[in-house]
């Protein structure tokens, strides 16, 4: 499968720690992107890379989530002590120079 | 801040109405429209409109672009449950390099 691939897909954890989602995206992709959608909304843009470099994260992200590439292929998703509103399904995209992105299934967080 | 906002929410018909979705835009250094069908898992890329009132069509679906109106249409004829979805669509910001959605439009198509 050459698409973009997402986990875990599913993730439940306590308030308080810490999770990490991993984004492999298509291969000859240079631009990445995390989203997080929750129901009955479309996808929040969180933060977005080229090749390694973090261009622009959202100014509504808190400072507990942090986003890395850091060889310009696969991307982590970092959400420090999590609380209840974070959970969400955190989409993972990539495009290539055309501005069609192509999502991953997800990695859906259910915080407790 | 960038702003797409779709109309209806939601809409409910019967296989063979024929509906139309709409979107409207607030985006700086606008490049592109784009058009997605999302069913139970993520986005899948339906058009990309770029220029002003040029139809883009695949099948029962088309589409079309008016930027002095800073708005988009999405129309499905003979609709059939399987286009049964939520249909977003998002604004590309060139120099931001991102898309920012709307809240998306959920169609459910009766039989």
């Known amino acids: 499968d050459t698409g973009v691939s997402q986990n875990p897909r599913h993730k439940i954890t306590k308030r308080g720690q810490n999770v990490t989602f991993r984004c492999d995206p298509i291969s000859e992709h240079n631009r990445l992107y995390w989203y997080r959608q929750t129901l009955g909304q479309g996808p929040e843009f969180l933060t977005y890379f080229q090749n390694e470099a973090q261009l622009e994260k959202s100014r509504l992200l808190s400072d507990r989530f942090s986003a890395e590439r850091p060889k310009g292929s696969f991307s982590t998703l970092e959400i420090q002590r999590t609380e209840q509103g974070d959970s969400a399904m955190y989409l993972c995209?990539?495009?290539?120079?055309?501005?069609?992105?192509?999502f991953g299934e997800g990695s859906r967080l259910t915080v407790l | 801040e960038d702003k797409v906002v779709q109309s209806p929410l939601s809409l409910v018909v019967h296989e063979g109405d024929t509906v139309t979705l709409n979107c409207s835009y607030e985006?700086?250094?606008?490049?592109?429209l784009l058009w997605y069908k999302q069913e139970k898992k993520a986005p899948t890329f339906l058009f990309m409109l770029t220029s002003s009132g040029i139809e883009k069509k695949s099948g029962r679906l088309s589409s079309i672009l008016d930027k002095k109106e800073l708005s988009s249409i999405l129309n499905i004829t003979a609709t059939q449950t399987g286009d049964s979805a939520i249909y977003l669509c998002a604004g590309h910001n060139t120099n931001a390099g991102k898309s920012t959605f709307g809240d998306g439009t959920t169609l459910t198509v009766k039989p």
């Open positions: 985006v700086t250094n606008f490049r592109s």
């Open positions: 995209a990539s495009r290539d120079s055309t501005r069609e992105l192509f």
